[in-house]
């Protein structure tokens, strides 16, 4: 753990890779190793810090060298590159500090153009807002294509922002305890057993048996009962090699999970009985603590649940996401090792916190909470409980052993008493009613290609005057939606796919109004009380309404502006296509009588530009009384408006000068032109 010196967290936070560049993370490992001002070395560790301070260390990147990959080209249009060479190697990193409201801006929290090459260097500024609320974050790499590998591969850690005066009253005397929920890939199968991925069984399951590829100890195509055996965790003998050899199969999970680094890793026996390795051991040190816990997977669900000798343990939420509770809802929590504040009032928490027994997190989820020790001699267990995504498996595991405090430690623990501390606002709050308003400000969906391996997200056309189609995400694309400064939004997301995915945006919270199908009640009663950055959205069944989310989007704080993106934060999705940017800029507004001229550009991009190397939208934008060329097409595009009747003559710098044709050619040549060099971009 590290903490902020006279306001600042510095020294240099290091990248590696040790193994083979070639073998990705199973022959190898990512860490990130931060050395302090004394010298002293720590893996991915803990920070923290208090609002007001900063993030000052220097990320250096000494993995391998490898050639450019161009397909991570940096978009002019954008600006300049916060670092001198944006495109993409594949050892490249950088940091995307998720959940806190550091800038996006260069050498802050961005994520876009910032590139740290091998054998190069970063120097972060990352200011945390006076206002920032308490609790858990955490950081990752975020290089689009490379930020599910370098994740797997073990590089993230940590941030809490401390606060006191935010937290509820008793959590503050508690032990704290802070559990970091990874995932990698999972081992080769061991000699003699044969892993068949569950979307492999699924579909088996979907066909007549006569066209099933499992078969059976018989040879035979398998039975709904065998494959649903597999499905259940079991063994199936099968055939393989047209019919030479049987073997046992077992579905694998899709990754293994580690806590802390410690990994109960996939382990079948011999014989295929799926099992796991040994787990590692939480020794509680007082009676009641409070657990920081963070899902720092790629790709992995973490079904969170608490279980004393085999009954799920209640435990009492605080925090969300890194943001404190508020709101109607909850219930008091009572100290009842302590009869005399309970009679004085002493011992209750004059917050509401969330009683449950079991929270979903996806990837990138967070949840802080009060839980009480085991009793001695009594067997105790974190355990991640199945989640059904309609494709990857996620099985129900025992992730850690919990051990009870001592005696002594269970009689002297502090007592919990209620402190009334001085209240700030923090951040995110507004004082709108909660109801949803009748039309969304902006309508987006998830979908997915599965033969070209692509996932996308896409505005609808009922908010999207200029719809594009459906497109994988390219580090050349200009931002999809622009919101105004200060503007608190309502935004429907919904999921056309027949697979779980999960919306997650950066620099901003947000507070679930509805859910689709609608949620039960301890849902809605923690939608009411949780800002979030991160929210699941079920598979879609493949009739009937798509699952949905209407969210109240909070970007009203007046430091946040410029370029962030949004995205599905299973990182599978987002390095093949799921992500798109977004511009907290000036309000823009589209003359009528260039509207059709606006659509003609962006569709000219589409039509000579299919396979996504220009911008996704193209549009022409008028702000501020002035014209400006918000797009950069490909030659055949900038050849046909250049051809097409005077378009590009409808176009105005942000000086009002109209672009002529030869400008138009020098910037077709991939010239900067002087003109549009400090044109405000938006799209």
Not at 67 to 86: F, M, R, S
Not at 138 to 156: R, V
Not at 312 to 341: I, Q, R
Not at 490 to 511: D, L, S
């Amino acid at each position: 753990m590290i903490y902020a010196s006279n306001g600042v967290v510095g020294g240099k936070l290091a990248a590696w890779f040790d193994g083979d560049p070639s073998g990705g993370n199973i022959t190898g490992r990512y860490c990130l190793l931060h050395t302090d001002v004394y010298g002293r070395t720590r893996e991915a560790p803990v920070i923290r810090l208090k609002p007001g301070e900063r993030i000052g260390f220097t990320a250096e990147n000494h993995m391998p060298s490898t050639p450019i990959t161009a397909a991570h080209a940096w978009n002019p249009a954008l600006g300049t590159p916060c670092t001198p060479e944006a495109v993409m190697r594949s050892f490249a990193f950088n940091l995307h500090m998720h959940g806190t409201s550091a800038m996006p801006g260069c050498g802050s929290d961005e994520v876009i153009t910032t590139v740290v090459q091998p054998g190069g260097s970063w120097t972060y500024d990352m200011r945390f807002p006076s206002n920032s609320p308490p609790g858990m974050d955490w950081y990752h790499p975020h290089i689009h294509t490379l930020a599910q590998d370098q994740m797997l591969g073990g590089m993230t850690g940590a941030v809490i922002v401390d606060n006191p005066a935010q937290l509820p009253n008793v959590v503050r005397n508690l032990r704290e305890r802070v559990l970091i929920i990874r995932d990698q890939d999972r081992a080769p199968a061991p000699s003699g057993v044969s892993y068949i991925e569950r979307p492999d069984v699924l579909a088996d399951r979907a066909l007549p048996r006569t066209q099933r590829s499992i078969f059976n100890a018989l040879n035979q195509p398998a039975t709904d009962a065998e494959l649903d055996k597999l499905l259940a965790g079991g063994t199936l003998l099968v055939t393989q090699d047209g019919g030479k050899s049987v073997r046992p199969a077992v579905v694998p999970p899709w990754k293994d999970l580690s806590v802390n680094w410690v990994s109960p890793r996939f382990q079948p026996t011999a014989a295929g009985v799926a099992g796991y390795a040994a787990p590692g051991v939480i020794k509680m040190e007082g009676r009641r603590e409070f657990w920081r816990v963070a899902n720092a997977s790629a790709d992995s669900y973490v079904r969170l649940q608490v279980r004393y000798s085999g009954t799920p343990k209640t435990f009492w939420v605080a925090s969300m996401d890194g943001v404190p509770l508020a709101g109607a809802g909850g219930s008091y929590l009572f100290d009842p090792l302590n009869p005399l504040g309970v009679l004085l009032g002493l011992g209750e928490s004059p917050d509401k916190l969330l009683p449950r027994t079991e929270l979903l997190l996806p990837p990138g989820g967070r949840a802080e909470f009060v839980i009480d020790a085991p009793l001695i001699g009594q067997t105790a267990e974190v355990v991640s409980l199945a989640y059904e995504t309609a494709a990857d498996s996620n099985p129900q595991r025992t992730l850690a052993w919990v051990q009870a405090p001592s005696l002594l430690s269970l009689l002297t623990t502090s007592l919990t008493f209620g402190t009334t501390l001085g209240q700030s606002r923090t951040r995110f709050v507004d004082t709108a009613s909660l109801v949803p308003a009748a039309k969304s400000h902006h309508a987006l969906y998830f979908s997915q290609n599965d033969d070209a391996g692509e996932f996308y997200i896409t505005e609808d056309a009922s908010t999207d005057p200029d719809p594009g189609p459906e497109k994988a995400f390219g580090m050349r694309d200009g931002p999809s939606i622009v919101v105004p400064p200060g503007a608190v939004q309502q935004w429907r997301i919904e999921n056309r796919a027949t697979e779980a995915h999960v919306f997650h945006i950066h620099q901003i919270r947000f507070r679930v109004l509805a859910r689709l199908p609608v949620a039960d009640a301890q849902t809605q009663e923690m939608d009411r009380m949780a800002l979030r950055d991160t929210i699941e959205l079920p598979a879609w069944s493949g009739s009937g309404p798509y699952p949905a989310v209407t969210l109240r989007m909070y970007f009203n704080e007046s430091d946040i502006r410029g370029n962030f993106v949004y995205h599905c934060h299973i990182l599978e999705h987002e390095d093949n296509g799921m992500m798109a940017i977004l511009r907290v800029g000036s309000p823009v507004t589209v003359a009528s009588a260039k509207v059709r001229a606006a659509q003609q550009l962006a569709e000219a991009g589409r039509r000579v530009d299919p396979l996504g190397l220009g911008y996704r939208s193209g549009k022409v934008a008028f702000t501020r009384g002035r014209w400006l060329a918000a797009n950069s097409l490909r030659d055949e595009a900038a050849e046909r408006l250049e051809n097409s009747g005077g378009l590009w003559n409808a176009i105005r710098d942000r000086d009002g000068r109209v672009l002529d044709p030869a400008q138009c050619r020098t910037t077709r040549r991939g010239e900067k032109s002087a003109l549009l060099r400090g044109a405000s971009v938006v799209q």
